[in-house]
Structures are given as C-alpha cells and as structure tokens.
C-alpha cells in the first residue's frame, strides 16, 4: 500500500476489533475499543483488523496482484514430495 501511494506513512486508521471480510468476521487476537492505529502499530500489534483496513486501500484487484507476485497459488520450487500449491482465487 505505500508502494502504491494508497496510504502515507503519517496515516492513521481508526480500528475495530472485527470486521466482515466475505462474509466472514475477523477479529484482532484482542478485543479492543475502536481504536487509533499509525502502520508502524498496526504491523507492531500484528492487528489482523487494521492490516485489513490497509488492504482495502489497493482494492481486490491489487490484493490479488501482490499476494501472486509473493507467491500465493504456486509451488515453493523446493521438491517437498506433495507440495500443494495453494489455491488464490
């Protein structure tokens, strides 16, 4: 998201302990108020909510884009017999 200017540095996000991804609630390992949260406390708190917040910024599309450019979906290349690739829809 910062590689693609969708968020700045200096920015904060106002987090929830859930949220619906899905269909699919997701919670933060706490629960917590909504909550005022810069990147560096979002990737420090390992918040799933925030990181969440942070993906939605590059949209579907981008997500998808990222997460196959760092290998979801495909075999590692390390010959480990029965290696599943993965599924990334």
């Known amino acids: 998201a910062l590689e693609e200017g969708t968020v700045r540095p200096e920015e904060t996000f106002l987090v ?33 909510v925030g990181t969440i917040e942070v993906a939605r910024s590059l949209g579907e599309a981008g997500v998808r884009d990222y997460l196959s450019e760092f290998g979801f979906g495909r075999e590692t290349g390390s010959d480990i017999p029965g290696e599943d690739p993965g599924y990334l829809p």
């Open 16 to 48: 929830p302990d859930n949220t619906e991804v899905g269909g699919h609630v997701v919670r933060d390992s706490l629960p917590h108020e909504p909550e005022t949260m810069s990147l560096e406390t979002i990737l420090a708190d390992s918040s799933n």
